[in-house]
């Protein structure tokens, strides 16, 4: 883990194996999720936060996912939540969109996106729009 305050890095270990390909947000406290991966040809729904050199199981996702981004984003300047965007695996993934409260720990299915993505970038803009680029629809 990198500090960017002391410009260091940090190893742990922890007793969990955690799936390949997953991805990672720290949100606006400081907190740090991973969701999804899996080995080649699959992919998870796990939820985990890193919590004193530790993985903490949090609820799962909704789908599926690995190659998707998560973006967190403070709605209406008090409340944490995490966004999950599309997929490259299962294909039924892939134009997904789901949001997860951190306080609640709980995950809410949004709407679809108009095109299936993976490989892509998500955007947060001023706390109230995400924009998804680039990557691939779905090839």
Same mark, same amino acid.
């Given at each position: 883990?990198?500090?960017?305050?002391?410009? $260091?890095?940090?190893?742990?270990?922890?007793?969990?194996? /955690?799936? =390949?390909?997953?991805? #990672?947000?720290? &949100? @606006?406290?400081?907190?740090?999720?991973?969701?999804?991966?899996?080995?080649?040809?699959?992919?998870?729904?796990?939820?985990?936060?890193?919590?004193?050199?530790r993985l903490v199981q949090r609820r799962d996702m909704?789908f599926e996912r690995r190659a998707h981004t998560l973006? $967190?984003?403070?709605?209406?300047?008090?409340?944490?939540? /995490?966004? =999950?965007?599309?997929? #490259?695996?299962? &294909? @039924?993934?892939?134009?997904?969109?789901?949001?997860?409260?951190?306080?609640?720990?709980?995950?809410?299915?949004?709407?679809?996106?108009?095109?299936?993505?993976?490989?892509?970038?998500?955007?947060?803009?001023?706390?109230?729009?995400?924009?998804v680029v680039a990557g691939f629809n779905g090839g």
């Amino acid at each position: 883990m990198y500090n960017f305050r002391t410009h $260091s890095y940090r190893s742990y270990v922890v007793n969990i194996k /955690i799936p =390949a390909n997953f991805m #990672s947000v720290e &949100n @606006e406290e400081g907190r740090i999720f991973l969701t999804g991966g899996g080995e080649p040809g699959k992919a998870t729904k796990f939820c985990y936060e890193f919590i004193e050199e530790r993985l903490v199981q949090r609820r799962d996702m909704l789908f599926e996912r690995r190659a998707h981004t998560l973006t $967190s984003v403070l709605v209406e300047g008090k409340k944490s939540q /995490i966004f =999950a965007i599309g997929s #490259s695996l299962p &294909n @039924e993934s892939m134009n997904k969109c789901e949001v997860y409260d951190v306080a609640l720990d709980q995950w809410t299915q949004l709407p679809c996106l108009n095109t299936k993505r993976n490989f892509h970038t998500t955007i947060a803009f001023d706390c109230s729009s995400l924009y998804v680029v680039a990557g691939f629809n779905g090839g």
